[in-house]
């Protein structure tokens, strides 16, 4: 099977910059994904790692090194409505099924 | 487009009630999934359907059935609530089971939550 660890909280001042630190275990990784979900409400994509290194979308990133099976989700500039849950999630080939993290619930103050 | 709908939104059950939870997509997607989601704990795969007329267990299956109605439908059914069945369900879609190990997101829908007592 596979396992995820992620912080359970994490906490950061607007206009910071915050990590989420996502580590694995699992046999045949293929690759990693980060999902947010404010409030309980629908999870959203935000971003997904197959190859190292780093991903750019806006003010988040996400960066995978596949040699110390960890990733990270970056925030920039942090903003109010960016606080909510964010969860690591990892697909294996063979089972295009992603296994979810816990989840990492950031905490923005003002 | 809605996207992912699900029905209802709330529902409280007694123990050893039954219900059908209700899931519909219409972006054309293949793929479908349940989900539930406890506190403190990520998304865990009840079932899922790879695509019209194909249903498989996902990480906690016992205790629910599915049907793949057609390509837009995934209902999900409690057959006899149980008080660990208390939980929020979500149901997914993607457009392709076999692109979604390379990257391809997962829609999700609003949730459905449930209490039995």
């Known amino acids: 099977g596979q396992s995820l660890e992620q912080p359970s909280e994490v906490t950061a001042v607007e206009g910071a910059i915050v990590q989420i630190n996502c580590t694995y275990q699992?046999?045949?990784?293929?690759?990693l994904s980060w999902y947010q979900q404010h409030d309980g409400g629908a999870p959203t994509f935000l971003s997904y790692?197959?190859?190292?290194g780093l991903e750019e979308t806006g003010r988040f990133s996400s960066f995978l090194s596949r040699s110390d099976s960890y990733g990270y989700l970056l925030l920039q500039e942090l903003q109010m409505k960016d606080s909510a849950s964010y969860f690591c999630?990892?697909?294996?080939?063979?089972?295009?099924?992603?296994?979810f993290g816990r989840g990492t619930s950031l905490i923005v103050h003002p | 487009n809605a996207g992912v709908t699900q029905t209802p939104k709330f529902q409280v059950l007694k123990t050893g009630q039954s219900m059908t939870l209700q899931c519909a997509q219409d972006m054309n997607h293949n793929s479908m999934y349940w989900y539930r989601q406890d506190p403190g704990m990520g998304l865990r795969l009840i079932y899922y359907s790879a695509s019209e007329g194909t249903t498989d267990k996902g990480e906690v299956p016992n205790g629910y059935n599915v049907s793949r109605l057609n390509k837009r439908e995934f209902s999900l059914r409690l057959e006899s609530a149980a008080p660990s069945q208390t939980s929020v369900y979500f149901c997914?879609?993607?457009?392709?089971?076999?692109?979604?190990?390379?990257?391809?997101?997962?829609?999700f829908g609003p949730g459905t939550r449930l209490l039995v007592l």
């Open positions: 790692n197959a190859l190292d």
């Open positions: 997914a879609s993607s457009a392709s089971s076999s692109m979604l190990s390379r990257g391809e997101t997962q829609y």
């Open positions: 699992t046999s045949g990784f293929y690759g």
């Open positions: 999630a990892v697909t294996v080939g063979g089972s295009y099924i992603p296994t």
